[in-house]
């Protein structure tokens, strides 16, 4: 008998996992990664019913440099043994990929990519199940003016696609709720280590709030050179790119009262839908820690991917078709797509958190706080 080998077999598919799964950005990805894993390998063993195919995903490591990810999309798109990607994870090296995957047909649905331009290019195959910044922007920017009610604040990003997107929404938001703000964008260069320059601009400005659009491996170190540099209490806010486990850890006691949100919720929040603790507890026995950043989202992705499959969606083609007309109840919440492939606005929730004691402790979701 000849030996049958995996790629003979028909009834093998293979999912591209796409973000940084190394790095400095890790902390932000992993935990969605290691839902996927789990979601698929529960599909593998019967936990969802009988599947007309086994699933097999593999991680494609951009360290989230939208440099690093087009050859990585070429080869996913190239290889007709994928029917399926779960990110890009980050908007940068989503609108690099962007191009490679919808041209070949593939669906690629982000759980966490946020910056509003992505759905602006017309691809067909795309789809975000998250919100996007121009619903976290303004709530971060709202939560500022309207709760914490500063003198005024400064806007500054880094130099991503994301940093910028998330930072000139939140400081135009500013303006409208009659907050006075100086914008910034690009102030800080991807792989920055001295801040001063941007320090010595937010001193001068004597602002009680510094707004950050970027990532935790220049967030961290900027906010540990306020503290040293007099602005311990200046209080820096931020997007999801600094709600991980990373910023609390790399920070210390230096990142105090440092206010973060997320268009995902903790598990505390979403403790009242169905399989959430379920979740919860196979997620803990199978990787160790708690749930982090956008496991459940991820976990809903991977299910819906899932789903597809029991349906006899198997094909690119097929699973567009199934996720545009999709309707699915996932953990973190009810998944549909507009005309534009984003999430339903009813879906759309942005979370906010306050670093305190080393960790981030869950302040409340936006209509609860003050912040809509």
Known sequence: MRKRTWLSAVAHVKIAFMGALTGGASALVVPGFQGVQLAFEQANAGKFGKLPVKIKVEGFDTQGNPTAIPPLATKVANDQAFVGVIGPNFSGESKAAGPILD????????????????????????????????????????????????????????????GKGLADIAAKTMATDGLKATSELGAVTTGAKDFSALITKVKDSGCQVLFYGGYTPEAAPLRQQMVSGGLRDVTLVGGDGIQDADFVKNTGSQGEGTIASCPC???????????????????KTRWGPDPGIYSADAYDVARMYIEAFKSGATTRQALTDWFAKADYEGLSKEISFTSAHELNPQAVKIYLYKDEGGTWQFIGEAHDVGAA
């Open 265 to 283: 919720g903790p598990i505390s929040a979403l403790s009242g839908r169905p399989g959430v603790a379920a979740f919860a507890n196979a997620y």
């Open 103 to 162: 041209a070949s047909g593939i669906p690629f649905v982000t759980n966490s990519a946020t910056n509003p331009g992505l759905a602006q290019n017309g691809w067909t195959h795309w789809f975000r199940a998250q919100g996007n910044d121009n619903s976290q922007g303004p709530t971060l920017a709202n939560y500022i003016a309207k709760v914490m009610k500063p003198n005024c604040a400064y806007v500054a990003s880094d130099d991503s696609t994301y």
